[in-house]
């Protein structure tokens, strides 16, 4: 069962631009919205999470978006750099601990 | 700093063999996990292990088995290795369920089967 949707499935960025990646979810019992960030040869990497009682959070030029009531929850990236070229994931988690991953995204920015 | 090793980046394999990828972590976590990664279907889980000698099977268990004989190793062992086994795959460990603790992934072990 496809319990997370997140797209687009690819995203090509100038330098300087804003990525947003969407990811849409069925289970409202989803408890913890983290973002994993993937370059090329090397396991994901936490990038950000969101818990739900919160609307938004920002570090540095990565914010989470949450919105409860449409189940959803984005990553936007500003001011885009080619080094943040890599594939994104969101992975929800319920109970604190069954982990879900989207498709990913593959972002690349052109310089 | 945290640290999950898998042991091989590539490796090559005949249908039929028995393969086993080995994952070491330096963290002291309870909790490991092997995933799949194939394009477009995002990270699957395949089994985790929340102590030493203990496993759960994840979403897509068949043809797979697990082992972890001590808490830093993680095995996962393809018993006949089969062509759709031909992906990447990747462990993690976390240190505490239940928690919003990160999970910590390896690089990968990218498996052909032929």
């Known amino acids: 069962q496809q319990q997370v949707k997140q797209s687009p499935q690819s995203l090509i960025v100038q330098k300087g631009g804003i990525s947003i990646i969407n990811c849409a979810y069925e289970n409202t019992a989803f408890d913890y919205f983290p973002w994993y960030q993937q370059f090329p040869g090397k396991g994901p990497a936490l990038l950000i999470a969101?818990?739900?009682?919160?609307s938004e959070k920002k570090e540095g030029r990565f914010t989470i978006s949450f919105n409860k009531s449409a189940k959803q929850f984005s990553l936007h990236i500003m001011d885009s750099q080619p080094g943040d070229s890599a594939t994104y994931f969101c992975?929800?988690?319920?109970?604190?601990?069954?982990?879900?991953f989207g498709a990913g995204t593959r972002l690349t920015v052109k310089p | 700093d945290v640290k999950v090793t898998q042991s091989s980046r590539y490796l090559v394999k005949r249908t039929g063999e028995k393969v086993f990828l080995e994952c070491v972590q330096d963290m002291d976590h309870e909790n490991m996990f092997w995933y799949r990664q194939d394009p477009g279907l995002g990270l699957r889980l395949i089994y985790f292990s929340y102590d030493v000698k203990m496993k759960e099977k994840g979403d897509i268990p068949e043809g797979y088995s697990v082992s972890r004989e001590k808490k830093e190793r993680f095995s996962l062992i393809l018993e006949s290795a089969s062509t759709n086994q031909t992906s990447m795959y990747l462990c993690?460990?976390?240190?505490?369920?239940?928690?919003?603790?990160?999970?910590?992934f390896g690089d990968g072990t990218r498996l052909s089967i032929l």
């Open positions: 993690a460990s976390r240190g505490q369920l239940y928690s919003n603790q990160p999970q910590h």
């Open positions: 969101i818990r739900p009682d919160v």
């Open positions: 992975a929800p988690l319920y109970n604190n601990n069954d982990m879900r």
